[in-house]
């Protein structure tokens, strides 16, 4: 069985019988699994994971992207989350079976069938066709209220669909990224200074582990400082080596790790990592899962 | 998705033709993966290891007794491993959404069967009907040539079939256990008295943990001793405790953990285990697992 997981951030968030319809039109698919819905009031924003084969998985997206575009008018819409269109981002995650490559062909097809119906589309991460719209942030910056001016741009021409601003839609930014795994480390400490210290010297940004994003948090209610991070490729570094490399910085201020936690789901293949490093075991195999095996049948 | 694994162990290890018949039965239902074939010339035996749906899964097994007794005749059998009949051991292992009572009601089905098809059947481990058939090596002692007296004796009346020795086939022992971790931590030692030691406080036989079966040996080529262990079941003994307990044993004496292994296959709720402890997680879930969701969808 091969899986490519797609994660659409819709601009609906407080309208269930809405959210319901949306959440139909990606089951209707065969072959494809929807496996959680996260709504916000106040973010006015719903956030769908579905997996299945990628042409299903390509397919159920549009279908969701259409009925979100039917149900939603921009103009409308007042939420504390940046956005910039009805269907705001739509990333394409290959998680079992499936390397990149084929969820950048899925994100540049849904990309060209949106545009067809009339949305300006920008690809980003390694779905981008141009350097400047790797990242999510500079493409959003200005958000939906932005767009009108940001289109009269031509730095700003979409990489599908209409050069004119779409003021029921607003535009879609649709991209492919490695799963990202999200995953924080509790340090028994209130010392958030500290923790800003060792997420500085995780993060890649200054000299840290690549593919490693991180910051220093307060958990006031626990009485405890976090490292907080995304693992943007666990093929590149995985959890173990954020783990010891914490535990080693706040040993050496006396300070323990309390617990740590990993936020949302993540492939199997992550606890391949795990298995090796903790049980001293290199050669350990996920496909010495018996559940890995029996998918792989499929 | 429901597994529940089949592991039997039949009485031909030689002739490919025969072993491919054999396992050509298993294939032949839909819905049973076939994951293993083992065969052992000096032993003359091949265990089969398939999963799937517990009926299909017991329906699957009965077509491997029947394509075995056919095949096999034990009056010509003589091989270096201890067996019964053609086929000698047939254990049902609940591996993902099955219990151990579903197990027991699949190996008690499946002895009926046998027992009717003229193979003396006793059932062991949780499937057994009588305390002193718990445990497989008092039932198997005497082997094949031993049975003919041994079923003159009314104690060994078995749980199915008729109450005759059979020349043929033999008798078959069945039953439902729990899956069976194998686990080794290798010590970077030649010590084999400390591997032996600590073995022995680890067995629960010895007073160690519950669950855990374990010996102290020699890797001679490797220059290292091994502490080799059988987990009977996870949930109650897993994989962390043995392996803290072992490191910290042998740090006392100055020695340290060369690394371990998992010999075989193990069910994905192993691992759940394993996050927890060195990631000091305890309320990680593998429903945190793409695949183990997927898996549960169908």
Chains 1, 2 share one sequence.
């Not at 991460?125 to 400047?132: I, M, N, P, S």
Request: with cysteine.
């Amino acid at each position: 069985m091969r899986l490519l997981e797609c994660v659409p951030n819709i601009s609906e968030g407080r309208d269930a019988d809405k959210i319901a319809l949306m959440a139909e039109a990606i089951r209707k698919h065969k072959g494809v699994q929807l496996l959680d819905i996260s709504s916000d009031w106040d973010h006015h924003r719903s956030v769908f994971t579905f997996v299945g084969d990628p042409e299903a998985v390509k397919e159920a997206a549009l279908s969701l992207a259409h009925q979100a575009i039917d149900l939603i008018d921009m103009s409308q819409h007042r939420g504390g989350h940046p956005r910039l269109g009805a269907v705001d981002v739509v990333p394409f995650v290959p998680v079992h079976g499936v390397e990149v490559e084929e969820a950048v062909d899925m994100a540049r097809g849904f990309g060209k069938e949106l545009g067809g119906r009339g949305i300006p589309v920008f690809f980003y991460e390694d779905a981008a066709l141009r350097a400047e719209r790797k990242e999510l942030p500079a493409i959003r910056r200005g958000e939906y209220e932005g767009l009108v001016e940001k289109m009269k741009d031509p730095f700003w021409k979409p990489d599908e669909g209409p050069d004119l601003f779409n003021p029921k839609s607003g535009a879609t930014v649709v991209g492919a990224r490695f799963p990202l795994v999200a995953y924080n480390v509790n340090l028994k400490s209130e010392d958030l200074a500290m923790a800003k210290e060792i997420a500085k010297k995780v993060r890649f940004k200054d000299g840290g582990f690549p593919r490693v994003r991180a910051m220093g948090v307060a958990l006031k209610e626990k009485g405890m400082v976090q490292v907080s991070m995304n693992l943007t490729n666990y093929r590149v570094t995985n959890i173990p080596k954020v783990y010891e490399f914490i535990r080693k910085e706040a040993a050496g201020k006396g300070i323990e790790i309390e617990g740590s936690e990993i936020v949302g789901m993540i492939p199997l293949k992550v606890l391949e990592g795990l298995v090796r490093h903790f049980l001293k075991y290199p050669e350990f195999s996920i496909n010495q899962v018996i559940e890995q095996r029996i998918l792989d049948f499929e």
